[in-house]
T-cell receptor
């Protein structure tokens, strides 16, 4: 099976712009989670989607949003970019459907640089 | 503050030597995951532990879960250059959310 794919792999934006990142989960996986990784804060949970519904959300401002499509593919959007949004954004997929969290498999990430 | 504390923050080991990384939780552990990451890349799943006292091994890597201590350890035997990277523990602290430790950077010297 193909792994989790994320596009684009690298992105450079300027402050105030918005950006959309895409994630395609492993075939058959219905849960997609997004994380932000920075040297200072480490790996921080953004949100999780299952069957097009957001089930959990991390402590991030409303500028960060996401959605999931009927084919389980997911996108996350960051509006009004700030310098502090520069980070590696990781997407992870899992089967979902059970109680609690099951094993998540990560994509290679999207490196976002905000100038 | 981190719900999961990893120690040490970094370590350097001579090739062929053993190493141990610890992960301690401030909350009850329902599932503990170990991942490895090369800098700037995605996380590679290593192992998942669910039950207290559970121990799993894959090649030269062994992980244990001590439920009472709310702690897990990852042990690498006879380290090789391929073991270099950042090791992260993650735990199911809240519904459908994994919380991660800050990571342990492992350097293997030839």
């Amino acid at each position: 099976k193909a792994g989790v794919t994320q596009t684009p792999r690298y992105l450079i934006k300027t402050r105030g712009q918005q950006v959309t990142l895409s994630c395609s989960p492993i075939s058959g996986h219905r849960s997609v989670s997004w994380y932000q990784q920075t040297p200072g804060q480490g790996l921080q949970f953004l949100f999780e989607y299952f069957s097009e519904t957001q089930r959990n959300k991390g402590n991030f401002p409303g500028r960060f949003s996401g959605r999931q499509f009927s084919n389980s593919r997911s996108e996350m959007n960051v509006s009004t970019l700030e310098l502090g949004d520069s980070a590696l954004y990781l997407c992870a997929s899992s089967l979902g459907g059970g109680e609690g969290t099951d094993t998540q498999y990560f994509g290679p990430g999207t490196r976002l640089t905000v100038l | 503050s981190q719900e999961l504390e990893q120690s040490p923050q970094s370590l350097i080991v001579q090739e062929g030597k053993n190493l141990t990384i610890n992960c301690t939780s401030s909350k009850t552990l329902y599932g503990l995951y170990w991942y490895k990451q090369k800098y700037g890349e995605g996380l590679i799943f290593l192992m998942m532990l669910q039950k207290g006292g559970e121990e799993k091994s894959h090649e030269k890597i062994t992980a244990k879960l001590d439920e009472k201590k709310q702690q897990s350890s990852l042990h690498i035997t006879a380290s090789q250059p391929s073991h270099a990277g950042i090791y992260l523990c993650g735990a199911d602290i809240n519904d459908y959310k994994l919380s991660f430790g800050a990571g342990t950077t492992v350097t293997v010297r030839a």
